[in-house]
């Protein structure tokens, strides 16, 4: 499908993230954030599961165009 080129199916995304774990599941509590949390999408970050500015340096080096999930909260 357009969009999805290059897509190998025997490659990870998860590289380091809890990987004894079968399955990474994160849940926030929506009354937890205060204005806004700022989730990774890149699964590079070292402060799992909120965004550490690591998809910089990986859209760097593979090409790629990752960035975080932005969740705002109304005030
Ligand atoms: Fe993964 Fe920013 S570090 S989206």
């Known amino acids: 499908p357009r969009g999805q080129q290059g897509c190998g199916r025997?490659?990870?995304?998860n590289l380091k993230v809890l990987k004894s774990n079968?399955?990474?599941?994160?849940?926030?509590d929506v009354e937890d954030i205060s204005?806004?949390?700022v989730l990774c999408r890149c699964w590079r970050?070292?402060?799992w599961?909120?965004?550490d500015?690591?998809?910089n340096d990986h859209n760097k080096e593979t090409g790629?165009?990752?960035g975080p999930l932005i969740v705002k909260k109304d005030k």
């Open 64 to 66: 790629d165009n990752v």
């Open 22 to 28: 079968a399955k990474v599941v994160d849940t926030i």
């Open 53 to 55: 500015g690591s998809h």
């Open 45 to 47: 970050s070292k402060n």
């Open 10 to 13: 025997s490659s990870k995304v």
């Open 49 to 51: 599961p909120y965004c």
């Open 35 to 37: 204005e806004k949390a």
